[in-house]
């Protein structure tokens, strides 16, 4: 692949080797914290959108985002790394701050504070996006990616759907946009 062709990310000069595995875990040590946390903002999310054709997206969402965390969990501690306890202590409380809803406390739908709910569950989804790019850039650096327990294909499924969970919170975004900011 020649640099600059849109085809993808160039694999780094040198970068077939042995994976940095400290580095490695503390990267997905914060993915998992992320992914905690979302969870709970999901959760929030669908409690503001309850009774709206949009809640049960939210809430679909959130149930696929848990088992996304779940999983990304048994492949860290199957690589024989344990998670940061203090990390996942302070994951834990902050998702039971999130729980609270602090973007949007009044839980209203047409206020600015829903764009802003919505918009955080879209980086979200985004930030997850990346760590699934991240992964398969490494696998395509060195496929056996040391202990990396995601196949090729999972991580291409786990690409995909976190598109597809993004167009869905963009669909959202799009469709109650008008609600929010125009007048009658």
């Known amino acids: 692949m020649k640099k600059g062709s849109g085809q993808g990310p160039e ?3 040198g970068a077939a080797g042995r994976i940095e595995r400290e580095t490695l875990n503390s990267y997905l040590d914060m993915h998992l914290f992320g992914a905690t946390n979302g969870v709970r903002l999901f959760e929030a999310a669908a409690h503001s959108w309850v009774g709206t054709e949009h809640g049960r997206v939210i809430s679909d969402l959130q149930q696929e985002i848990d088992e996304e965390r779940l999983r990304l969990r048994r492949v860290i501690e199957r690589s024989g790394h ?4 203090g990390k996942m202590f302070v994951a834990h409380i902050s998702a039971r701050l999130a729980e609270v809803n602090p973007v949007n406390p009044w839980r209203r739908k047409t206020s600015t ?3 802003l709910e919505l918009e955080s569950l879209l980086s979200l989804l985004r930030g997850k996006e990346s760590l699934w790019e991240t992964l398969i850039a490494l696998r395509s650096t060195n496929p056996t990616a040391d202990g990396l327990e995601f196949s090729d294909e999972e991580l291409q499924e786990l690409l995909e759907e976190a598109g597809d969970q993004q167009a869905r919170i963009a669909g959202i975004i799009g469709s109650t946009a008008a609600d929010r900011f125009l007048k009658g």
């Open 82 to 85: 344990r998670p940061g306890r």
């Open 113 to 115: 504070g829903a764009q």
């Open 11 to 13: 694999p780094a000069e």
